[in-house]
């Protein structure tokens, strides 16, 4: 266990139970009398991952003192849908190592990770339309397409770096900060009403998320493979410009922005990340984002102010923390 | 127009009002203020097809003597999902020609064919949870998740000569026969009760679902590819049995089947679909393919019996026939 597993272990620590029973409802869901899908997702448990967004659900719940019998339920499909993106995510990206475990895609092929995808995207509705309420439903269908959107924009940006800042933040909020948002919206008003509450929670988690999804574009340019756990450099392979590199750019000279250019785009190019740490000062890029980063949390955390103290509010503020810290 | 779209016009002639009304749905549902969305939707709009999966919703309603103000918008929802899997699909099989429109994945690329398959379905689940009863979800949900199951079954199941006719049928009848027997259950019973009706129309639709499954894979191996509108042969080249084939198999001697099985695995072979002509009697195995289907849509037609006598109930026994008759 690293220190940041430590960490977050103790942060989750106030939720165990309720973790436990939001595992308990994903081991099920995943079951299948289907050997084929059951070899599938057997691979998949090993995805697990950090399960933060579920976690959220959950102290999110504790939080504002808004807890049911389905929140795990909730916590559980809020997993599933992640699940489902990530699975996607290695189509989309080819990333090579991704938690030191093998992709869906290279142990099987692009077309088993579709199809798996497609498949824990509908297990997850489907546990949904088995709750009392209908707003997991509805929060989380909505929640899944602005992610939709938010891939299709990035992708539709690849290799603009006229990209403002503005624009940067609502496509790495769609794609990330959604999800996040969703879950802390639920957690604190799941079955209905409290709109108010809900609001600021949401507000909440799309600001976690969004500090979450810059740290880890800021890791993919200055990260180390063995501590990050997966490997650097996608981005800038991909053609996506995120902050760190925005940053970078304007504060480079015109002749240094045009080898940034090139070596975004000449064909062919070998470890472009390594060259591109050589042309520019991406460190200062890091510095402003994370700058950025902590600004988002600041604001999070001020948004807990009128909830009750207590180990539930307290997990909640210290996740600020552990976004900012993990993995360097 | 071709004879057969000629003879589908008239089939589906007495739900023309909810046809209009669910594609008013369908282009609201698809209309994004994110111009790349945008870009890419305009351009499934030319997927459109036949739409039979809507027609059978509206057609199940009005037969069965159900008809909501909503019943457009479900079978606009089933024609989302069904458009997204065929997206997906896409990015499975690279079939080379889809209803002559360049498939997505070729105008675009695998990465951009999951996201888009993906919002569609997040705009039809979402689209579904704002109908007034939650049985539209429900049904829908599980009939996703069966779809790719079958998917996932069938992708398992490739070059599997001793695959039983039982087997095949679950699978091919999984990925097809599900969306049809989904639609045709909420026609008949949506927003609740009436579950025995339901059921009958329920499996009316997997019969005729299979039937045009089957008739599919018998396309596939003996069609036309200019009648057809699209390429054939690409079951040969997935590694997948179809029926057909498996009769052909069956009916084959020792020396023919080790020339099929050949034909459909050694490496770099090309135009396996003329060679598969040559070595095996496929013109039996479509024989008896087509029999199979002819009295699917016979226990389907029987299904309808009990229903009262009109345009809805006379167009969804020449569902039948059409099923059977098109494209040869």
Redesign the interface.
């Known amino acids: 266990m690293t220190p940041a597993d430590a960490r977050l272990a103790r942060l989750i620590g106030p939720v165990l139970p309720g973790l436990e029973r939001m595992r308990e409802v994903m081991e099920r869901q995943v079951l299948?009398t289907?050997?084929?899908?059951g070899?599938?997702t057997d691979h998949v448990a090993r995805f697990r991952g950090k399960q933060l967004r579920g976690a959220l659900v959950l102290l999110a719940g504790e939080a504002t003192g808004n807890t049911t019998d389905e929140h795990p339920a909730i916590a559980a499909i809020v997993e599933l849908i992640h699940l489902a993106t990530l699975v996607?995510d290695d189509?989309?990206?080819g990333a090579a190592v991704r938690r030191r475990v093998a992709c869906v895609n290279q142990r099987w092929d692009?077309?088993?990770a579709?199809?798996?995808?497609?498949?824990l995207?509908?297990?997850a509705?489907?546990l949904?339309?088995?709750l009392s309420s209908?707003l997991a439903?509805?929060v989380l269908?909505?929640a899944?397409?602005r992610?939709?959107?938010g891939?299709?924009?990035q992708?539709?940006?690849r290799y603009d770096f006229e990209l403002s800042q503005q624009v940067y933040e609502q496509i790495a909020g769609a794609k990330t900060a959604t999800l996040y948002a969703a879950a802390c919206e639920l957690g604190a008003r799941y079955p209905g009403g409290r709109e108010e509450l809900g609001l600021e929670l949401r507000q909440f988690g799309w600001e976690i998320g969004l500090a979450f999804q810059i740290v880890d574009d800021c890791l993919d340019v200055v990260g180390d493979e063995r501590v990050v756990g997966k490997s650097v450099g996608n981005d800038v392979e991909d053609g996506k410009i995120t902050l760190p590199v925005l940053y970078a750019y304007r504060a480079a000279d015109e002749v240094q922005q045009a080898a940034m250019r090139d070596i975004y785009t000449r064909p062919e190019l070998e470890r472009r990340i390594v060259r591109l740490r050589e042309v520019c000062d991406l460190t200062r890029g890091v510095e402003f984002a994370l700058a950025r980063a902590r600004e988002l949390v600041a604001q999070a955390q001020q948004r807990l102010a009128g909830l009750e103290d207590g180990p539930h509010r307290r997990a909640l503020h210290a996740l600020g923390e552990f976004v900012l810290e993990r993995n360097w």
Chains 1, 2 share one sequence.
């Open positions: 299948e289907s050997r084929a899908v070899d599938m996607h189509v989309l990206d692009n077309q088993t579709v199809l798996l995808g497609d498949f995207y509908a297990r509705f489907a949904s339309t088995d209908r439903s509805r269908a909505e899944t397409r992610v939709c959107v891939e299709i924009e992708a539709a940006r």
